[in-house]
Structure formats: C-alpha cells, structure tokens
C-alpha cells in the first residue's frame, strides 16, 4: 500500500518505518529540512532501541523515502497519516495548529480519494476540526474530491516503540459510515491485516470514541502512578515498605502489576500533556475530573521529592555541597527529556548552591540543550558531565538515582564506597533492596522504603 506519514516525530518515525517494514510503500513528511536531511544521510533524530536498523534497512529497499515536499506527499499516499506534535496549549489544551495545518495541506493538493488518519494525540471532536479544514481548501479550489477521516490513535511507549508497534496489544480504529467510511474501513483492514493473523487484536468504534480512548488510557495509567507515589510517602511516614505493598496489592488480578512503581513523579511527553488536555476538555463541557487533578497535583509534587530528601539529610543551604545523579531521560531507553524529574531536581540543587555531577547513557546532549534553557549558562557551569557513572561520583556528599536505566542496576557497590564523600544513596527508582544496602554499609533512601525507627 502507499502510505504518507506526515511529521516525524516518535509517532511518525516508528509508524512510517514500521509500516515500510511490512512492505508498504512510505513517505514521510516533514517541514524540518535539517531533520530531513539527517534521515537521508542515514542518521536518525530520536534515540529509540532498533529504529535506525530498520530506517537504514527499508531506505536502502526503496521502501521508505523523506522528504519536505507537500505536493509529493500528498500524491503519494492513499492513507494520509497526520503524526505531528500536538503541544499543550498556555491553558493546558492541545494545540492542534500543527495538525489542522497538515490537513489543510491535504484539502489543497489531493486529488483523488484519500483516507486522512490522525495518529497524533488529539482531543475529542478533532476528526470534525481536520474534516472542516480538508473542505474549506477544496470549496476553495472548487473541487469535488471524496475522502474519509478516521482516527487510529497510537499506544506506543517510548523505549519500546518498535517492539510495541509490531507486536501490538491493541488496534484501535475509529471510523463513520459517511463520507466514503466503508471504503475507509476496507483499507484500514488491509493495512493492519498483518498484526490479525493469529487472533483479532482491532477495536472497530466510531472516531469520537477512539479519541477519548487514547486519552482515557493515559490518564489511568497516570492515576496508577501518582496513586503509589501518594502511597509511598505515607508509607516512610508509618515505617511500611512500599515494594513490598505493591506485591500485595498487585497479585490481585483486578488490579495488577502494571505501573505501580513507585518513583519520583513521571514525566515524557505524554502523560503530563494528555492528563491536561483531558481536564480541558472536560472544562470546556462544563465538568471536572476532580480525580485527575489530584493526579496532576500528586505528579508536580512527586518531583520534589528527592530535593525534599537531600533537604532532610543534608541541610537547607547546600553551599559547598556536590552531588552525583545518574539518570536523566524522563524514563530509560530514550534521551527525551521532556517534563523530566531530573530537570527539577537539578533546578533545585543549583538554585540551593550544590554543584552537581551527572551521568546518563544516552541523553547527554539532550540533556545538556535542555538544561541550559532551564538554568541559563551561568548556572549550567555548575552541572559536570561525566561519560561513565562512577566518575559522577568522585567527592560527592551523596549518589541520586532518578532514571532507572539497567546498568545502574548492578554497581560496584564497594567502588561508589570509595568514591563517594559520604557512603549515601537517595534511589528515586527504588532499584536496590534496603537490606541489602545495610550489609554493604550504605545509608539509603529509597521512596517509600526508608527504614524508620517505628515509636
């Protein structure tokens, strides 16, 4: 089949390559000509665990092509996949300048059918929004062209996005009736054929649905995070271990294992953006989501948590004080740091007068753009980057762990003994046992895992 990506982002970049993986005929899109560039000459622009293998594979099998050409776009693809960035807004809604913009390309070069997929995150209501602006640009030209938009929205986890891509839990399409809908549907069927062939995995609804299906998911698997986090707290408050609640509570099948980790607040480009858009939508309907504002709430709050603890340990006034932190993505595999903890946490340190030592595995360079719009020049000479994790280490008052990336899974326990000031670990992952850093002589600070003196 021919396929259009337009925008290539995470979304777009795993969907266009994996879709040329099965044999498709793709073509991306994007205003980015740098971006563009850097594909052509083999490079990628995300970090994403074997992306670039099967970009290099299919560019080299004709099967996938970039490029900043709008008119080609259009005339390639049959199926018109808008996966462009839908930021949140100055009052928490997605801004879906970017996708309506893309749909108003299409309505001013298609010529013949065309189904338009919105891949991206977008509000309830938008498959309306794109389906207006596609027939304004035709009125415009005075063109009777038939299309058809639906709405297939992603379930891809940063990290694993190809992986779950290819072997998905779940296909959700929405889809109407009018306006060349069956057809629509037809083609739809055929290009996720592939992913069907041992059980049915596609959940057919209408496209209002499979908006807020999208939404809806990201805000439980949010609510479930912030829901341990609260927990955790209270659970160094009382003495309790949270791992040890979380066995407890998640070997009941009605809730599960999944995301009840507690940790030092999620971050990436999803949650925070859907959980805020989902209550705008909500305000705009004259309803709140009570819930998912305490969620929000519980979130802000949860990336302080390890600045609150370097507090308690080591005092308000951090002057002269230097610290180690490894990790800084908002989650492993990836160098995205969007609305990462890591920014907070460092955001505090400086600002309290630490310096500080760092390390992460794949988002140095990320890291380091970020960050210097986050503290400016001046205070980012204050953050040394180091290319292993134990030389992070050297003269630090204490180790912050804020990603949990596997090489730091298993350290040399004696080694950051040595190399550390003091021997003391505050693990916003909860990646090492209590116990354990008791025998190896370690102070540790986990979340919701402190050892307390019970009264």
């Not at 293998?53 to 080299?60: D, K, L, P």
Request: proline share 4%; charged share 30%.
């Amino acid at each position: 089949m021919k396929i259009t990506i337009i925008g290539t982002g995470y979304v777009g970049l795993v969907t266009g390559a994996c879709l040329a993986e099965l044999g498709n005929d793709v073509f991306c899109l994007d205003v980015d000509q740098k971006k563009i560039d850097l594909l052509n000459s083999g490079g990628i622009p995300i970090h994403e665990p074997g992306l670039e293998e099967i970009v290099a594979r299919n560019r080299a099998a004709g099967r996938l092509r970039f490029s900043t050409d709008v008119a080609a776009s259009v005339a390639h693809g049959t199926l018109q996949f808008i996966a462009v960035g839908t930021p949140p807004d100055e009052d928490g809604s997605a801004d879906l300048q970017y996708v309506l913009a893309a749909a108003r390309n299409i309505g001013r070069h298609m010529k013949e059918f065309k189904v338009i997929v919105d891949k991206s995150t977008v509000p309830v209501g938008t498959a309306d929004r794109v389906a207006a602006a596609i027939r304004e640009e035709l009125a415009e030209r005075e063109a009777k062209v038939d299309f058809s938009v639906v709405s297939n929205p992603e379930f891809l986890k940063e990290g694993a996005a190809v992986e779950d891509f290819m072997r998905p839990d779940r296909i959700v399409i929405g889809h109407d009736d009018s306006h060349g809908g069956q057809r629509a549907r037809d083609l739809m069927k055929l290009l996720y054929a592939p992913f069907n062939r041992n059980h049915e995995r596609t959940y057919w609804m209408d496209v209002r649905s499979a908006e807020f299906t999208k939404y809806a998911a990201n805000a439980m698997l949010a609510t479930r995070i912030s829901f341990m986090n609260e927990l955790a707290n209270l659970a160094d408050r009382v003495g309790a271990d949270i791992e040890a609640v979380r066995q407890g509570i998640g070997s009941d099948p009605r809730i599960g294992y999944s995301f009840l980790y507690a940790g030092a607040g999620y971050g990436g480009s999803c949650f925070p953006k859907d959980v805020q858009a989902l209550e705008r939508t909500a305000r705009q309907y004259d309803q709140e989501l009570l819930i998912l504002r305490a969620v929000e709430a519980v979130n802000d709050r949860q990336k302080h948590i390890l600045g609150r603890k370097v507090v308690a340990r080591f005092g308000e006034d951090l002057t002269g004080k230097h610290f180690a932190v490894w990790g800084l993505a908002f989650k492993p595999n990836t160098d995205d740091m969007r609305e990462a903890p890591s920014r907070v946490l460092l955001r505090e340190l400086i600002e309290r007068g630490a310096t500080v030592a760092v390390h992460d595995p794949v988002a140095m360079h990320e890291a380091k753009r970020v960050l210097e719009l986050d503290l400016g020049t001046a205070k980012l000479a204050r953050v040394r980057f180091t290319d292993a994790p134990m030389d992070a280490l050297d003269d630090a008052e204490a180790l912050l762990i804020v990603t949990e990336w596997k090489a730091f899974r298993s350290p040399d326990f004696e080694e950051i003994k040595e190399r550390l000031k003091h021997p003391v670990i505050l693990d916003g992952r909860n990646l090492y046992e209590p116990d354990l850093m008791t025998g190896v002589g370690i102070e540790y600070h986990g979340i919701g895992r402190s050892v307390l003196t019970r009264k």
